[in-house]
């Protein structure tokens, strides 16, 4: 068995092991005034895993684009820090009533209320159903444009 095999393996049991746990009666303690069941749990996995692919896909779009590391690290720093101020404020009102609307359909915004609302799966709603076709837009575009503009050098 090769290592890749042995450690997707480990996680799958491991996760196995967790919502079995759950099932047999820990799914009782709160925390942060959420009680996550197995259905949150296994929503927000894939509910994370989408959300890390659309940073992940941002990410490889830019290495695509830009070709000396130096400039790669600190443009990252640079748009990681935008998505996260503007979404922030953007979210809270604070720039506008449109530019609220615009940052809740955003990636930031799609991935923060897909986490969110995976936690609690009856406050689950069609627009949150959207929000996570969203995300999965966003990372077929991001990861797409980072595969056509990647070139070895």
């Not at 049991?13 to 919502?19: D, S």
């Not at 799914?27 to 996995?45: C, N, Q, R, V, W």
């Amino acid at each position: 068995m090769t290592a890749r095999k042995v450690f997707f393996s480990a996680c799958v049991w491991r996760h196995f092991q967790t919502g079995a746990l759950w099932e047999a009666g820990l799914s009782s303690k709160e925390f942060d005034g959420i009680t996550l069941k197995p259905l949150g749990y296994f929503l927000a996995l894939v509910c994370a895993i989408a959300g890390g692919s659309v940073y992940l896909g941002l990410g490889q779009a830019i290495v695509g684009r830009i070709k000396n590391p130096e400039t790669v690290n600190s443009t990252v720093r640079l748009v990681y820090f935008l998505f996260i101020m503007i979404g922030m404020f953007g979210d809270l009102g604070m720039l506008g009533a449109q530019l609220k609307e615009v940052v809740h359909y955003s990636p930031y915004g799609a991935v923060k209320t897909i986490v969110a609302m995976s936690m609690e799966p009856s406050k689950w709603t069609s627009d949150t159903t959207l929000l996570l076709a969203l995300t999965f837009g966003y990372s077929i575009v991001f990861c797409t444009l980072g595969i056509k503009w990647f070139k070895w050098k």
